[in-house]
């Protein structure tokens, strides 16, 4: 009898921990409070059974999927599911033949889409006369900003919660839950220490699916004491030691990260940009993309005001290209706490949108005759560049009054030094130049 039930269990298929410690109600569900609290929109429209379409917007590991499933059994309707990434139009039309049959049995469909950002524009076309006519309710999950990645007509027929990542403190409860439950490591003795817990919660980086396979994989590498097996320090670390931190290549976390880090040089803050660079050399991301980035900085946030900015962006740049990680790191440190902490100005920045504008507006105006160019004698004769007065030949070697813009715009004044740095300085100089202008010597 033993034997056949060692059988019996040893024929049971594989479920990760973090399937078999899924909440299958709300009251289970770890986080999301801003969303799901006593009260809230969506809880008290699952709780009346009042569906409508919707999308999750999160991290990974923040309960997408397992918020879905939970809708469907809360209100009893049949829940279908479809990965963007596996599934094609044959899939979706499959889908929809499943729900029109629980229709007609007078049961609604939740329709969930994992990563639908991955479908394309036709794609997601395809839901929407069957989301207009009640035959599914669309529950699609994303990491990505649904704004960019899902086009606007599905959009406007569904809600959009974002969810967000959990911290520690919920993830050492969920870690907990799991040592205790039957369904999870309960029957196995396994002993962790408070330490040695929080150090899981904390490299699981918010993403609670991670952070149950880290305890999954540690306690098969638990280490034996008595009656017991023991999670120490040195099982932690072996888990946790190739763990990258979140950060997806061209997905909604690098570019949060990169304007962090821009905003932190622009906003003064030294340490702040300091953080920001090190979180991202952390997740993974290419440090010459970084070093692109602050010569863009450089000449945007700082420009005139600093022109050493510029260069010792440049020179950063360089400087990885010679050495390569991690030497080459330091150097982009480097000029992100010098642009950081030197002054600032997007006078230059402002003045070439201005003028970029007035370029697209304004036309093929012609270049005044007096500084065009003359190579030959029928365009001297034509006129190119009558009367046009050598500025090196004038006093201060500035021909007051002259005139350089087309003659239908008038004089513009785009580039506004700020009065710090060396701006204060070339605003100076300008001012003094542009006040001859208003009254040129005669």
């Known amino acids: 009898m033993d034997d056949l039930l060692a059988d019996a269990e040893s024929s049971r298929p594989y479920r990760p921990l973090a399937d078999r410690m899924r909440p299958t109600t709300l009251d289970e569900f770890f986080g999301q409070q801003h969303v799901l609290a006593e009260g809230g929109a969506l809880r008290q429209a699952i ?165 149950l396979n880290f305890l999954e994989i540690a306690a098969d590498l638990a280490e034996p004491s008595d009656d017991k097996r023991v999670i120490t320090r040195s099982v932690v670390e072996d888990v946790s030691s190739h763990s990258l931190r979140r950060f997806d290549k061209g997905g909604d976390v690098f570019y949060e990260q990169i304007s962090a880090l821009h905003k932190s040089v622009r906003g003064s803050n030294p340490d702040a940009s300091l953080y920001w660079f090190a979180r991202m050399i952390d997740g993974g991301c290419d440090p010459l993309y970084v070093a692109r980035r602050v010569v863009r900085i450089a000449s945007e946030d700082i420009g005139n005001a600093d022109l050493r900015g510029l260069q010792i962006a440049l020179d950063a740049w360089n400087t990885y290209e010679r050495l390569g990680s991690p030497e080459g790191e330091l150097a982009i440190a480097q000029a992100i706490v010098y642009l950081a902490s030197t002054a600032k100005s997007n006078a230059v920045y402002m003045a070439w949108n201005e003028a970029m504008a007035d370029a697209r507006q304004s036309g093929s105006m012609d270049v005044p005759m007096h500084i065009r160019n003359a190579p030959t004698g029928l365009m001297k004769d034509m006129g190119y560049g009558k009367d046009y007065r050598y500025a090196h030949n004038e006093e201060e070697a500035f021909a007051a009054g002259e005139t350089y813009f087309p003659e239908e715009m008038g004089e513009r004044i785009y580039y506004q030094p700020v009065e710090r740095g060396l701006e204060l300085k070339i605003r100076e100089k300008l001012d003094r130049l542009r006040e001859k202008n208003r009254k040129p010597e005669k």
């Not at 939970?70 to 899939?91: E, Q, R």
């Not at 529950?139 to 649904?146: W, Y």
């Not at 439950?181 to 003795?189: D, I, S, T």
């Open 47 to 211: 709780e009346a059974g009042n569906l409508h379409s919707m999308v999750f917007w999160g991290p990974p590991g923040t309960g997408k999927t397992t918020l879905a499933k939970i809708i469907a059994h809360s209100t009893n309707a049949a829940f279908i599911s479809i990965s963007a990434v596996l599934s094609g139009v044959k899939d979706i039309r499959s889908a929809i033949e499943q729900a029109k049959q629980y229709r007609a049995e007078g049961r609604s469909t939740i329709l969930f889409v994992d990563e639908v950002h991955r479908f394309n524009k036709s794609q997601q076309d395809a839901f929407l006369p069957y989301v207009e006519d009640g035959t599914i309710y669309f529950v699609g999950a994303t990491t990505e900003n649904p704004s960019f990645e899902l086009n606007n007509a599905l959009l406007s027929r569904v809600k959009t919660y974002v969810l967000k990542s959990l911290p520690a403190s919920e993830i050492e409860q969920l870690l907990n839950r799991a040592l205790q439950l039957e369904a999870g490591l309960g029957n196995e003795n396994i002993v962790i220490g408070d330490t040695e817990l929080e150090a899981l919660a904390v490299v699981a980086d918010g993403d609670a699916r991670r952070a």
